[in-house]
């Protein structure tokens, strides 16, 4: 075939996959899903372990059980949090790499407000709601605080906010670590842990009975999803930060002030990471403790909002997905006697071939494949 045909078809392909709808999206989705698992049962096979009962595991893990749902939930409820963060970022052309040290300091933000607070509060009902929603705003308060500090080393030192904000992980991780070990360790404790949480400042128990998982957690992040991609595509405060990330020029012509939204967008995406932190300290702990022992949901996250196209309403299936394949993941460490290694590998070729379709889509965006309709 000839350069010119060989081209013809790769633009065939890509205007294909550049105008597929939303249900033929999913459908690719569930079908590459199928497809990897099937490799992965093929590698499971070869290495010597039953692929039919590891897959099996894997979806029981996820799906197969009332607590096992609600895991995944729980998972999904954290990774679509973080995740949101991240896409707000890199979104408007800002690597935020942070979100995990935000995530920390948006928890303990959280701790610190309701231990101190509570006594001040009654007891019961209207006190809970009342420590939950400062616990929440200070959070908010803090990851935007402290993802701001790259935002502005970036805007007006030209700082890597990559580099910064990597950096600003490990320092939210020891602060944090020393300040709880030191001054606000629960006494007689074993651990680096506060002292718990009010019994009635917690989420309700409602559909699932779970003592770290809430559907309200649930609904929450769906509801911070729906805000954020509001803003986001919406309103000209989220058009002002996507301009000014990827056509700063521009940006500056039409009179916004690139640097300032710099920082906006950094501030923007810690404030939804601080939330994260707070649904952790409250949804799933019920205290603060050790935050270097914490699940590594900003760094997961980065994952999440890549294969959604950093689009904030992609993140909810993504986060679905990865929350599903991470209990699966779990119960299979815990039930059979397979190398977390194997695991690892099975569950990256199930993201690997989910995210080829978005990769091919967004490589037909960059080099003009398929046509300039989009």
Do not use: C, W
Request: hydrophobic share 55%; no cysteine.
């Amino acid at each position: 075939m000839s350069g010119e045909g060989v081209r013809a078809s790769l633009d065939r392909a890509a205007d294909r996959m550049l105008r597929a709808t939303a249900l033929e999206r999913l459908a690719i989705a569930v079908a590459s899903t199928l497809l990897a698992l099937a490799l992965g049962a093929v590698v499971v096979a070869a290495t010597g372990y039953d692929a039919v009962e590891f897959v099996s595991a894997l979806a029981y893990g996820a799906f197969g059980s009332e607590s096992n749902v609600a895991f995944t939930l729980r998972q999904s409820t954290m990774l679509i949090l973080a995740g949101v963060a991240v896409a707000v970022a890199f979104r408007a052309g800002v690597f935020n790499i942070g979100v995990q040290g935000q995530f920390v300091v948006g928890g303990f933000a959280t701790a610190v407000t309701v231990l101190f607070a509570a006594p001040y509060l009654p007891d019961g009902v209207v006190g809970g709601v009342g420590l939950l929603v400062l616990g929440a705003l200070a959070a908010v308060l803090a990851g935007g605080a402290y993802a701001a500090l790259p935002g502005v080393m970036k805007a007006y030192a030209d700082a890597n906010e990559v580099i910064t904000t990597i950096m600003l992980n490990f320092i939210a991780s020891g602060v944090v670590f020393f300040v709880v070990d030191n001054y606000l360790r629960a006494e007689g404790a074993a651990a680096p842990n506060t002292e718990q949480f009010p019994e009635y400042a917690a989420l309700p128990s409602v559909v699932f009975d779970s003592s770290s998982f809430s559907i309200v957690g649930l609904g929450v992040a769906l509801a911070t999803v729906a805000v954020v991609a509001v803003v986001m595509s919406r309103t000209s405060f989220g058009y002002d930060l996507v301009t000014s990330g990827h056509q700063e020029s521009a940006a500056a012509f039409s009179g916004v002030d690139p640097k300032r939204n710099v920082v906006t967008t950094m501030t923007f995406s810690g404030m939804v990471a601080g939330l994260a932190g707070a649904m952790f300290t409250i949804m799933i702990l019920g205290y603060y403790s050790d935050p270097n022992t914490f699940p590594r949901f900003g760094f997961d996250a980065i994952a999440v909002s890549l294969l959604a196209a950093n689009n904030p309403l992609g993140v909810v299936p993504a986060g679905l997905l990865f929350g599903g394949l991470d209990a699966g993941g779990q119960y299979i460490g815990f039930t059979l006697d397979v190398p977390p290694e194997l695991v690892d590998g099975v569950v990256g070729l199930v993201v690997l071939f989910v995210a080829a379709p978005e990769l091919f889509r967004m490589a037909g965006r960059r080099t003009g494949l398929g046509g300039d309709d989009e």
